[in-house]
């Protein structure tokens, strides 16, 4: 049976293995922390807008397992984000891990934990195996890269000052690396305004219990709670410094929302907490993680170039997902990580990628990515399917639709009703 290999249980990682091991591969999932899940641990908002469509297809293409996971641990349903105001429903962050890790273990996927890839061996262009930090190798047929943005202590304190996107324990797992930069496959940062590489974004963390009463109350029973900030703490050059992936109700405002485990201030910017503490609602609050609140992660560097089908150019035989893939957002990496996976197992079959096509909102998203991240312009861009120009495509081309008899009969039409769950 031939093996699939991935690296990084982020969603991406997660959807890949779940694909590939439902294609019939044999599959191995390596992951440097002791947890799965990524970042999702922390993110909450989800299925807004296009999201929506894009999750029906997948579930109707039989990839629905992560979107059904994260639809079980509902926490508040039709959260009115002012970016993202259809669909949206926040899971509840604290039961995400545990759940995914028991669908993947469920699956049958051999998940080994605390299994840092440091490298990989080589013959030309094709990988033939990932070594780990404990001196083992792990040999595969195909590989797919979802070790997320890169990032490293390095290139925080080069760049920014947080974590990139490690999050938690970032320190004592060491370092990401993937497998596409390893193996000497093409990788491109995106750009700051200023041409500083990595995309700057920030949620903070805060402990529900050290919110006023009525706040934590508030978002408890509303999910969602937007808080004025007080006209002499507005900072409106944070919003060109986050290269303004958010709009100016996110720092006019502390959109502040319960994920379960804590309240998160969606895209929220560092604010020392001295000030924070000026705004009714958080005279008393406390931070989860004051290190990486400041200037909470720093994303997209180290993203390999790739084509629809996910596969990693300048390398034969590496596929990547999620944010590696470009593609962040718990939508988006689920998504591009379930397409990595059943590329992967494809190639391990000796068949051609599967082409989703362009009547689907998922094709037509993937494509238009590969074709706009071909030109400089559009590697700077942040693309995703529920903001931004792409949302707008989907509108305007009708891609968008609430009808979700019409989304199945648009898989049925392409002729991919349960594609994603057949054995090659
Ligand atoms: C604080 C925060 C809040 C967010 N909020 C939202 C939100 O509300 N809604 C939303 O849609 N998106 C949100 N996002 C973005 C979204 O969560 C991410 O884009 C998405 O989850 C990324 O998934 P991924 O699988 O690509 O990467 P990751 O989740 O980063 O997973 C990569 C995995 O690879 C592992 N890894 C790395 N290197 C190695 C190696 N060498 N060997 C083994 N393992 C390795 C890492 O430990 C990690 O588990 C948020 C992100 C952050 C950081």
Known sequence: MPRVVVVGAGLSGCGAALAAQKAGAEVVLLERTDMVAGVAIRAGETNGNGNFVCAH????????????????????????????????????????????????????????????????????????????????????????????????????????????????????????????DKAGGELYDRLRADGTPGYLSSAMMMFKDTLAPWLKKGIEEKGLVMVPVPKELVDYDKLKLMGASRSKEFIENICLGDIGPVAKGFGMVYMELAKLRRINGFENVQVEDPRSAR?????????????????????????????????????GATMSGYVAGHNAARMAFGKEPLLLPRSLAIGDFFAYVAERKKTAEGRVLNLNVARGEYWKRMQETGLYTADVGRIKRRVEEAGLMGVLAKKL
């Open 57 to 180: 297809e997948f579930r109707f293409m039989g990839g629905g397992e992560l979107f059904d996971a994260m639809e079980s641990i509902k926490l508040h349903d039709h959260v009115p984000f002012p970016d993202a105001a259809l669909h949206s429903f926040i899971y509840n962050a604290g039961l995400l891990e545990p759940l995914v890790k028991k669908i993947v273990l469920a699956a049958g996927i051999k998940v080994l934990l605390e299994s840092r890839m440091v490298n990989v061996k080589k013959e030309g262009r094709r990988v033939t195996a990932v070594k780990v930090e404990d001196g083992s190798e792990v040999p595969g047929d195909v590989f797919v890269d979802c070790t997320g943005s890169r990032g490293g202590v390095a290139a925080c304190n080069k760049y920014g000052k947080g974590c990139v996107m490690c999050l938690v324990k970032c320190f004592a797992f060491g370092d990401r690396i993937g497998i596409v």
């Open 295 to 331: 200037y909470n992660f720093i994303g997209h560097t180290g993203m390999a170039v790739r084509d629809q089908f996910m596969k990693a150019e300048g390398l034969d035989n590496v596929f990547c997902g999620g944010e590696k893939a470009s593609q962040g957002s718990v939508g």
